[in-house]
């Protein structure tokens, strides 16, 4: 099996939640008081720049690599949190908990990239 570019995979990833919090915010009438339905574009503009940095300064790479998975958890944790409250609330807003969710799932895809290949880069300096 062919080993991803994780630097491209970060950037992947952060155009894709750069675009979720985009359409989320345009949903909401891109109004200033719901602009927290554009909270997964800033995880997205870390990743994208992380990503960025990560492919032009290989020296760094692996320490940027790292700060990509802090940032996907912080993104796990922040969706299932606000999922969860979402789902308490007396009003549900579903917008709010597929925005929510979708950012937890991609944060989840993109850790299981990270994980796999943490463990190939470890098998292969064994």
């Known amino acids: ?9 970060a950037i ?10 985009l359409a989320f915010w345009l949903a909401a009438g891109f109004e200033a ?17 992380l990503g960025i940095l990560s492919a032009l300064l290989p020296a760094i790479r692996k320490h940027l690599m790292h700060v990509t998975i802090l940032v996907a958890l912080l993104g796990i944790a922040g969706g299932i949190v606000m999922v969860v ?19 937890a799932f991609l944060c989840v895809v ?3 990239y990270c994980l796999a290949s943490f463990i190939r880069a470890r098998r292969s300096a064994e």
């Open 33 to 49: 008081a719901r602009f927290t339905a554009a909270i997964p574009g800033f995880f997205g503009v870390a990743l994208l720049l």
């Open 1 to 9: 099996m062919n080993k991803p570019n994780m630097a491209l995979v």
């Open 12 to 21: 992947v990833f952060g155009v894709l939640l750069i675009m979720q919090g």
């Open 110 to 112: 993109y850790f299981g």
């Open 85 to 103: 409250k979402s789902l308490g609330a007396e009003e549900v807003s579903w917008s709010k908990v597929w925005d929510q969710g979708l950012l």
